[in-house]
């Protein structure tokens, strides 16, 4: 089987479904004109997948991505998983980060990305820009 290129490169690093996903929207985000600020940022309470400057070159943009396999029995998009206990707590883990790295004054966006992975033809990525608010 062949795989399409930037999938085949991905996989070829033994990459887990979520950090082949997590990939793919960072590519996907950047043609789209975000630049990347940080990736994984981990706390106590958790894990923000993407920050990322937004195309205005202000807003900070905190990414939830989503990752399944096209094959998975549930039809349900994996960027539908992201609740609202999930959406508090990304909200929470994006406050201590400006509290900490003093970066209040700037617009703050919450986005979701949904990737689905396909063994036979390149991924689908749905980017829903402004995805949540923060309940703060």
Known sequence: MR?????RRLLSQDLSPGEQGERLAEKHLKKQG????ARNLRSRLGEIDLLMLGPDGRT??????KTAKANRQSKIPPEHRVGPKKQRKIATLAAQ???KQ????RPIRFDIV???LHDDRAA???HYAGAFESPW
Do not use: N, Q, S
Not at 60 to 65: N, R
Not at 102 to 105: A, I
């Open 102 to 105: 003093k970066l209040t004054g």
């Open 34 to 37: 975000y630049k990347v600020i």
């Open 114 to 116: 949904g990737v689905d």
């Open 97 to 99: 980060l400006i509290a």
């Open 124 to 126: 689908d990525i749905r």
């Open 60 to 65: 900070l943009v905190f990414v939830e991505v």
């Open 3 to 7: 795989w399409p290129g930037p999938l």
